[in-house]
């Protein structure tokens, strides 16, 4: 009996993992690969802009933001509003088609944008620019709404996003 008890408790431990991003996943759309196909879908619902989160297995900020920020109901009903949200693994094979059309891996897009550390989260406006960059993680999730807000406002146009966040801290 002890045999099967630790057998069950390493699946256990094995599984977790999986467990947590399929309980954490509703926070991202299904990746189809095709960024150009994304944005359309994210122009024709209505969305502020498309968020790439580039993340890699091991990493303690991604998991942060796994087990911290992204299951948070608020947090999910304010991205899903406002914003197409796509996972994307730097060190991935999963072919990604670019916004110019370009195949590539997620490895290789990620680094073709030079993203160099994770978790780094890229919004795009509706066109395909890239409009904010923020790397590593958002220690809660209010920031990770203020960085939402950051986007969905425009601010961004005129601040950084530390700025603005001790702007909005001060009540401006």
Excluded at 75 to 89: K, P, T
């Amino acid at each position: 009996m002890g045999v099967i008890r630790h057998f069950l408790i390493l699946l256990l431990a094995l599984a977790s993992p999986y467990l947590l991003a399929a309980e954490t996943g509703s926070l991202f759309s299904l990746n189809t690969g095709d960024l150009k196909a994304e944005l359309a879908d994210a122009r024709s619902d209505g969305k502020r802009a498309l968020l790439l989160f580039f993340e890699q297995e091991g990493c303690p900020g991604c998991r942060h933001m796994k087990e911290h920020v992204f299951p948070r109901k608020d947090v999910q009903d304010y991205y899903r509003r406002h914003f197409v949200s796509l996972a994307v693994d730097i060190h991935g094979a999963v072919p990604v088609t670019d916004f110019a059309g370009r195949q590539l891996s997620e490895k290789g897009y990620a680094q073709a944008l030079k993203i160099r550390a994770t978790p780094t989260f890229v919004f795009y406006d509706l066109s395909g620019s890239e409009i904010v960059r923020i790397v590593g993680p958002l220690e809660t999730p209010e920031d990770f709404l203020l960085l939402g807000d950051f986007v969905t406002s425009g601010a961004y146009k005129s601040r950084s996003f530390v700025q603005y966040k001790i702007d909005r801290t001060k009540g401006g």
